[in-house]
């Protein structure tokens, strides 16, 4: 149909790009694409790939939160949508997993793990 977007052939984190769209720089956690397709057009592209997220738009960008996507359980991710006149559209895509938390046996052990005793001293005042 016109205006709408066409899978491509790149991935991010398991998500297919819009052939519009090529990647322009990726690293661990983080990927950057740009291309001449409008802030809309990719919400609509976006929105029936993610599996969960929480939409929040505007004239000219758009933010999905704590997006999950198929085949990634436990991962959480964040895509920005930014209007750059006059190359199109910026897409940033970045990995947002909490860390997993410490199983930690019990109050006195949390304390530690942060270097203070359950009174909240510190253990090792040589190392502060």
């Known amino acids: 149909a016109p205006g709408e977007l066409v899978e491509g052939t790149q991935h991010a984190f ?38 969960e997220s929480k939409l929040t738009e505007g004239d000219n960008f758009a933010t999905f939160e704590q997006v999950k996507l198929s085949g990634k359980p436990g991962a959480v991710y964040r895509i920005k949508l930014t209007e750059l006149p006059p190359r199109g559209t910026l897409v940033e895509i970045d990995d947002v997993t909490p860390p997993p938390v410490p199983d930690l046996p019990d109050e006195a052990a949390r304390w530690r793990q942060v270097g203070l005793t359950p009174e909240g001293k510190v253990l090792d005042p040589t190392h502060l």
């Open 14 to 51: 398991g998500l297919v790009l819009p052939r519009e769209v090529p990647i322009e720089h990726e690293q661990p956690g983080s990927v950057r694409a740009i291309g001449p397709a409008s802030v809309h057009a990719l919400v609509k592209y976006f929105k029936p790939r993610l599996v």
